[in-house]
């Protein structure tokens, strides 16, 4: 009942592309989901996150839809960039006092220019 | 405002010695936790600290303990060094538990011989 599932594992997109990556739980004690970004020799680093009383949230480039019902959450990315290539995790927080991530298995972004 | 730093960057050690990571926490965050990522996967929570206190554990033995200081910087201590220890250990800080977002350090790499 932990586990965030992530999907795809990696994916190549053309520059100016729309990749989007999905991510299913189970547990419904979570209400917290970030996405991460990371990129080689560096720490995972706070993209955008949403909260399951919201549909979807925007901040620049980046859009996460959430569909409390079905229990997913998906990451999209408008306009990718090069700069843009790194791996992806989205994570499922716990809101209680400990709040431990339980993070996806990642997606390795490539954008070819 | 100063991000989460964490030291040293690389370690090397050898089967049965002990470790000691550190890491400062985010101006104004009192929530300290500690994350293992093994090669090509996702963090792994290991535990959180909160005002000194360990406040929640994930599935890592006993020899993996750690501190939290007066100033909420942290140590992670492992004893009894296995292979399986090898890993990029990482840090988040934040500003209290429930929803609050976690911002994560760069991580130590840590190597087993």
């Known amino acids: 009942q932990q586990q965030v599932k992530q999907s795809p594992q990696s994916l190549i997109v053309q520059k100016g592309g729309i990749p989007i990556i999905n991510c299913a739980y189970e547990?419904?004690?979570?209400?917290?989901f970030p996405w991460y970004q990371q990129f080689p020799g560096k720490g995972p680093a706070l993209l955008i996150a949403?909260?399951?009383?919201?549909s979807e949230k925007k901040e620049g480039r980046f859009t996460i839809s959430f569909n409390k019902s079905a229990k997913q959450f998906s990451l999209h990315i408008m306009d990718s960039q090069p700069g843009d290539s790194a791996t992806y995790f989205c994570?499922?927080?716990?809101?209680?006092?400990?709040?431990?991530?339980?993070f996806g298995t990642g997606t390795l972004l490539a954008v070819q220019p | 405002e100063t991000g989460v730093t964490q030291s040293p960057t690389h370690l090397i050690k050898t089967r049965g010695q002990q470790v000691t990571l550190r890491c400062s926490s985010q101006?104004?965050?009192?929530?300290v936790s500690w994350y293992q990522q093994a090669l090509g996967q996702g963090p792994q929570f290991i535990f959180q600290?909160?005002?000194?206190?360990?406040?929640g554990r994930g599935n890592f033995p006993p020899r993996f303990s750690g501190l939290q200081f007066p100033n909420y910087s942290s140590e992670l201590n492992v004893n009894a060094l296995e292979l399986d220890d090898s890993a990029l250990y990482l840090c988040?800080?934040?500003?209290?538990?429930?929803?609050?977002?976690?911002?994560f350090g760069d991580g130590t790499r840590l190597s087993i011989l």
């Open positions: 988040a800080s934040s500003p209290g538990g429930g929803n609050q977002p976690q911002h």
């Open positions: 547990n419904t004690a979570f209400d917290y």
């Open positions: 949403i909260r399951p009383d919201v």
């Open positions: 994570a499922a927080q716990y809101g209680g006092a400990t709040n431990k991530l339980i």
């Open positions: 101006s104004g965050h009192n929530t």
């Open positions: 600290y909160y005002r000194e206190e360990e406040n």
